[in-house]
């Protein structure tokens, strides 16, 4: 199976890391932590739920520093503690199933599934693009738009919309710093609606 051997890093760990993890990058860096806390313990296991709070917190750190408004630390624990559960009902039947069509197909969902971003933003609001420019998409500058009924504070900023937008589909974007023009408008808004 693709995931079961921890070649990769674990990319979004690090304070320079510029993308949003997708479920791969958290489920590697879930194995990854398991493997650094077991070296530490001298022991040979540690349970998933520690180590999901560790990813938890880490992946609540990348989220804030894409200034996106994210679900409390408890509800992105039990996302990760899901996604896990499935991987593991996966690796338990593979050996038995793997050349079983109707595995192969969940298998192919399951990867396909994996590249999508860990999206733990509390808003879910659809973003949409009305491109008239027919330029590629990290070229376009045509206008997007949220029609979110969220709270104010749990909305995606304006200024974020684009790299969620670009984020949640192509995987494209990255975390960077905002002008200091908009970033003091930005902080005025949020003193103001507090």
Known sequence: ?????????????????????????????????????????????????????????????????????????????????????????LRRSYDRDKSKTFFKLKLDVFKEKSTLVFDVAVCKCPIVVECTCNKTPDLCECEISINCKSQKPNKIHAIELRFVYFQRNNGRGKIGGVNNIAGIHWVKDLELSE
């Open 1 to 89: 199976m693709y995931i079961l051997e921890c070649r990769k890093q674990c990319t979004f760990s690090n304070v320079g890391s510029l993308l949003l993890p997708t479920f791969e990058d958290v489920i590697r860096c879930c194995f990854q932590e398991r493997f650094n806390l077991s070296i530490e313990a001298i022991s040979k296991f540690v349970s998933f739920s520690k180590v999901a709070g560790i990813v938890g917190r880490k992946i609540k750190d990348v989220f804030g520093r894409a200034s996106i408004p994210t679900v409390s630390e408890k509800r992105i624990v039990q996302l990760i503690n899901a996604y896990y559960a499935k991987y593991c009902k």
